[in-house]
T-cell receptor
Framework: KQEVTQIPAALSVPEGENLVLNCSFT??????LQWFRQDPGKGLTSLLL?????REQTSGRLNASLDKSSGRSTLYIAASQPGDSATYLC??????????FGAGTILRVKS | DVKVTQSSRYLVKRTGEKVFLECVQD?????MFWYRQDPGLGLRLIYF???????EKGDIPEGYSVSREKKERFSLILESASTNQTSMYLC??????????FGPGTRLLVL
């Protein structure tokens, strides 16, 4: 059974810092790996989707990588801003369009 | 713009009541999902549907049922609400290889 783990559980950084969020998964048979953002009390917003055949995806200040052989993905945020404060969730897609989520990393960017 | 709406943002119900949570998407997506989100446990899949009148159990279907009579609408039913069903409920939809689009969530409190 697929398990997704995110480290760290919480992170607090000063504005302007570059940071990395980590995600690991136990079963490499995933179709894709996705990163979402969730603001308090709200739904999830998709940030990046990496297909299993890809190694990375970029969107603005965000870069996500995928290494299926080691069961790891990272989300890199450049030049962090207070508006980046949120919970970041990674999820692996299994057969049948099922997403298996990690518990998330709570990020706080201090101004 | 993609839109997934949920019938209520907040709901308070009593133990034993029958509860209906409604989700509507306007993107003609085939696949729809119901998750619950609890602190420390992340998102867990309750049920999903890949077509009208079709449903599949997720990881935690016990105590829940679903209905999909029309493509755009996916309902989650708590037949007899219990206090351990107090949670944040999130609906999502997708098509093909795209990401899942989430609704804003319904925070349910069962007293």
């Amino acid at each position: 059974k697929q398990e997704v783990t995110q480290i760290p559980a919480a992170l607090s950084v000063p504005e302007g810092e570059n940071l990395v969020l980590n995600c690991s998964f136990t079963d490499s048979a995933i179709y894709n790996l996705q990163w979402f953002r969730q603001d308090p009390g709200k739904g999830l917003t998709s940030l990046l989707l990496i297909q299993s055949s890809q190694r990375e995806q970029t969107s603005g200040r965000l870069n996500a990588s995928l290494d299926k052989s080691s069961g790891r993905s990272t989300l890199y945020i450049a030049a962090s801003q207070p508006g980046d404060s949120a919970t970041y969730l990674c999820a692996g897609m299994e057969y049948g369009n099922k997403l298996v989520f990690g518990a998330g990393t709570i990020l706080r960017v201090k101004s | 713009d993609v839109k997934v709406t949920q019938s209520s943002r907040y709901l308070v119900k009593r133990t034993g009541e029958k509860v209906f949570l409604e989700c509507v998407q306007d993107m003609d997506h085939e696949n729809m999902f119901w998750y619950r989100q609890d602190p420390g446990l992340g998102l867990r899949l309750i049920y999903f549907s890949y077509d009208v009148k079709m449903k599949e159990k997720g990881d935690i279907p016990e105590g829940y049922s679903v209905s999909r009579e029309k493509k755009e609408r996916f309902s989650l039913i708590l037949e007899s609400a219990s206090t351990n069903q107090t949670s944040m409920y999130l609906c999502a939809s997708k098509t093909g290889g795209e990401t899942q689009y989430f609704g804003p969530g319904t925070r349910l409190l069962v007293l």
